[in-house]
């Protein structure tokens, strides 16, 4: 069953190579140390979401039983998104659960994640402060999202306001991600997220 689904994957792994998507630069698809099941997936920001500019890292294992059984997925970019958990990268999206289907694809999985960073699905989330943003004060989400996007992929989008307050918690003794968590859960409110380290 390995074998087969190595094989699997290297014909995937042309088709990806050859196509417009990965000529475009919208998608990467690479083998981590000559080892078919441990790939790395990339994607770009989608333009006129908060995420265009930016480029995200993916980790893909891939199990012996594929294509019968999907590939687990996780950013190991940092991204602040309804349905991808701030703290870990794991993702809640359907197709990569009980949705899947034998005839999808590791294209099929990018192209996918790819479209949830231009339509969040917040009725289903991995992380219920971040969709609880996204619903309830859309313009924080978005200057959040984007400063995220700027910091951790290389996004367009600076916030001199939010590295100001991420330094004056670093000066109480947080790390910069612990700090920019913690401020961007408190709606970059610097006196309630200092509440929170000292209540």
Known sequence: MANMSIL?????LKEVMRGDDFVQGMIKLEVINDNWTNLRG???????????GGR?????????TY?????????????WHPNISAASGVI?????KDNWAAAM???????SLQALL???????????????QFKAKPDVFQV?????TNVYAGGPHVFPDCDTKVLCLMELGLDEHEARILLSRENWNLDGATERIFP
Do not use: M, N
């Not at 990339?42 to 265009?52: A, F, S, V, W």
């Open 42 to 52: 990339e994607i770009k920001g989608p333009r006129d979401t908060p995420y265009e």
């Open 92 to 96: 809640c999206r359907d197709i990569l």
């Open 56 to 64: 995200f890292a993916l980790e893909i294992k891939v199990p012996d």
């Open 118 to 132: 231009s339509a969040a699905q917040p009725d289903d989330p991995q992380d219920v402060c971040i969709a609880y």
């Open 67 to 79: 294509p019968f059984s999907p590939p687990t997925v996780r950013f190991t970019t940092r991204i």
């Open 105 to 111: 694809t590791l294209r099929t999985v990018l192209l």
């Open 144 to 148: 959040t999202a984007k400063h995220w």
């Open 8 to 12: 699997r994957i290297k014909r995937e």
